[in-house]
């Protein structure tokens, strides 16, 4: 990240600064090279407004960008909504950065919040703060503002805090706590041991799509997809594999493969994920609770009621109450309950084929029971 205030000083200071550091860059340039299509550029009106051409080279060459939006509140990146736009049009994913100024905790959700309604369409955010100007308040309470503030806008998407190891120990060690990831900046060889997400190895990876050194950084740990998809989305519905032969995932950058999808079979889909790919995959687990995997929704019917009030009784032995739509647990057992009458208020039908009546004793829900169970 590039601080305006550094980048404001005399012409002077700029030469100075680059002959104490070249030999220095010109090492860390050599593994930059050697990262191409790993390494993550991060970007700003520094570089110049981009063109179609270099958006397109990008996407070819990187994983995904990351767009600086503010200076604070009150600076716009003068380029921020021209490379948006183009990043937008040729598919290259981009997530957005502040780099924060905030002096109090209601500053810090302003600037939360403008980050926002600056970039709404943006795959994830940062909270880039390495400069103290907190004046009011403690440090740790602004940040947490500054993440709470702008959770509540993007309740799915990833939200990291950027900055160098010393400056977050003493400034946001616990409210850094509270962010999706960390996003660890250190200039140096080794990577760093301190637990991060994202790694800013560099100011020097020379990009050749737009054919000059810039900051960039590589994943650590997380995929591609964890940085670009949504967070997990509580889901809790039953869903019936409606179409056969797709494949199940176990993961979501599809490089693991652990079975396909067969017409009729239930699963209870715990949450739901967004992908970047703009398909949604729910995550599945069997009757017992073990995770099946990732499938896309497009194979899966969600199993809905039907509305039935209706009273009915129970005629059959042998028949379970379940508590569940996947039949794991039985409540009670038609043969303890033969001529009782309850009310069916809805119908339920299974990917077996078979209708499940949802019974209720009054107020009080018995289970869902086969409905041959009453003819």
């Not at 100007?133 to 709470?148: E, H």
């Not at 998809?229 to 039953?238: E, M």
């Not at 109450?321 to 647990?329: C, I």
């Not at 009054?362 to 289970?367: D, E, Q, S």
């Amino acid at each position: 990240m590039m601080n305006l205030k550094q980048l404001k000083t005399t012409c002077l200071k700029w030469v100075v600064c680059s002959l104490a550091l070249f030999s220095g860059a010109m090492a860390v340039q050599t593994t930059a090279h050697a990262a191409v299509g790993t390494s993550i550029p991060d970007l700003s009106e520094w570089q110049g407004a981009l063109t179609a051409t270099e958006v397109q080279n990008l996407k070819k060459t990187v994983p995904f960008v990351i767009l600086r939006v503010q200076y604070g509140s009150d600076y716009k990146d003068k380029d921020f909504a021209n490379n948006a736009a183009l990043c937008e049009k040729y598919g290259l994913k981009y997530g957005v950065y502040s780099f924060s100024q905030y002096s109090s905790t209601s500053d810090a959700k302003t600037e939360a919040s403008d980050l926002y309604s600056r970039a709404p369409s943006a795959a994830f955010y940062v909270n880039d703060y390495e400069d103290q100007t907190v004046t009011s308040g403690t440090t740790n309470s602004a940040t947490a503002a500054w993440y709470s503030e702008l959770r509540s806008k993007v309740p799915h998407k990833r939200i990291l805090f950027y900055s160098y190891q010393s400056f977050a120990n003493e400034y946001a060690a616990t409210s850094m706590k509270n962010y999706d990831g960390y996003w660890l900046a250190a200039y140096q060889s080794a990577e760093p041991s301190m637990s991060h997400v994202l790694w800013q190895y560099t100011d020097a990876w020379h990009s050749s799509a737009l054919n000059q050194n810039v900051d960039a950084s590589k994943k650590h740990v997380k995929n591609t997809s964890w940085f670009l998809s949504s967070r997990a989305i509580s889901y809790n519905k039953v869903v019936t594999v409606s179409k056969a032969n797709y494949t199940i995932w176990g993961n979501l950058v599809f490089s693991s493969k652990k079975g396909t999808t067969k017409v009729g079979t239930d699963y209870m889909a715990k949450y739901y994920y967004n992908h970047y790919n703009g398909s949604t995959y729910y995550s599945l687990y069997d009757k017992h609770g073990k995770w099946v995997g990732y499938v896309n929704k497009n194979a899966m019917t969600v199993m809905k009621p039907t509305a039935y009030n209706q009273t009915v009784t129970l005629k059959k032995n042998g028949y379970s109450l379940w508590n569940s739509l996947l039949f794991a647990t039985a409540k009670y057992n038609s043969t303890n309950l033969n001529g009782r009458s309850y009310t069916a208020k809805y119908t339920y039908t299974a990917g077996n084929g078979k209708v499940y009546y949802s019974l209720y004793d009054g107020n009080t829900w018995m289970g869902y029971v086969n409905a041959n169970a009453t003819k």
